[in-house]
């Protein structure tokens, strides 16, 4: 997208990625809403996390549009904002990630995505490919 500015992940700019989460998530149902505080430490203890492969793009006319964020053979979190979807904002950032992820040495990267999650087309149309589906269990007390 002409214009676009790819930064990563770092002190200064984790509040904006986090920022960016909440309006890419938000109108889910069930959304947990975690605290800027929470959800960036949550994303930076991730086992492997890589900072240099989460990436937040900014564009013109939006501001802070969309994120990856990765860990060693992961991607964790992808989310773009409602006003850029659709103009393969996820796509190329996912791309980059995995671009990068492979100049380190990492030639496969897992994700995972509930079934009923649109983005899981994407994926597919990146070469991702269905290895399984997960049980959620429930204790109630």
Request: with cysteine; hydrophobic share 45%.
């Amino acid at each position: 997208m002409p214009g676009a500015e790819v930064v990563e992940w770092g002190t200064g700019v984790a509040e904006r990625f986090h920022a960016v989460y909440g309006a890419a998530f938000r109108e889910r149902p069930g959304f947990p809403d975690p605290s800027a505080e929470e959800w960036i430490e949550e994303t930076a203890e991730e086992y492997g996390f890589r900072p240099d492969w989460s990436l937040l793009v900014t564009v013109p006319g939006i501001g802070d549009a969309g994120f990856v964020t990765a860990a060693a053979g992961w991607i964790v979190q992808v989310g773009v904002v409602p006003a850029a979807r659709g103009a393969g904002l996820g796509a190329a950032l996912i791309r980059e990630s995995l671009r990068r992820a492979a100049v380190a040495g990492f030639g496969e990267s897992w994700l995972c995505v509930n079934v009923d999650n649109p983005a899981g087309a994407l994926y597919r149309r990146l070469g991702f490919q269905d290895r399984g589906r997960r049980a959620r269990f429930q204790l109630r007390g």
